[in-house]
């Protein structure tokens, strides 16, 4: 089986998202945690996490890019629990057999995105129509030879265009520059 972990191939998780996934974490759409947020109205780091992040488990931190690698039976048991009490700490889920089940269904959606060869890369977009929310998924991979990622070596992309909207790292470092004085 197979699931996915967040990956950091650069710095720049931690000046887009308030809160960046550590890498290596085991990670879920996470799109369930804009649930009581109005899209529209997102603005700064909060709306780059609902556009473009995928959500680590333990942190519940962001993530930009995750990795699908090779799991365990007990490593997805340990990814639904982990998620389950989550919901019930953060989220104000009822209690863990509620939660259990909303857990389930996220790690299965997630599971359902790892139809690729593993250390294949997946980016999503994200987006609120008609008061629905809209994920798009791309995967990236080396082309050729498999070889060991590192950032900036991704050749082809496959999914959805590429959303237009730019990010500018320089204010955004910035902002978290003055905000950490």
């Not at 599971?111 to 008061?131: K, Q, Y």
């Amino acid at each position: 089986m197979k699931l996915i972990r967040t990956i950091r191939l650069d710095p720049s998780d931690t000046f887009v998202f308030e809160r960046a996934a550590e890498p290596g974490e085991w990670a879920v759409s996470g799109a369930f945690s804009f649930w009581n947020a109005d899209a529209e109205k997102l603005e700064g780091k909060a709306r780059s996490a609902f556009r473009s992040g995928f959500l680590g488990v333990e942190s519940l931190g962001w993530s930009t890019l995750v990795q699908i690698v090779e799991a365990r039976a007990a490593d997805r048991a340990a990814v639904v629990e982990g998620l389950a009490q989550q919901l019930v700490a953060r989220f104000g889920a009822p209690d863990l057999t509620t939660a259990g089940a909303a857990a389930e269904e996220e790690v299965a959606f997630a599971e359902s995105l790892c139809n690729h060869p593993p250390d294949t890369l997946i980016a999503v977009h994200r987006a609120s129509e008609d008061g629905a929310v809209r994920e798009a998924f791309r995967t990236l991979h080396p082309r050729g030879e498999r070889k060991p990622m590192r950032a900036f070596s991704f050749l082809e992309v496959e999914g959805e265009e590429q959303p237009g909207d730019e990010v500018d790292l320089v204010a955004l470092a910035a902002d978290r520059n003055a905000g950490s004085r």
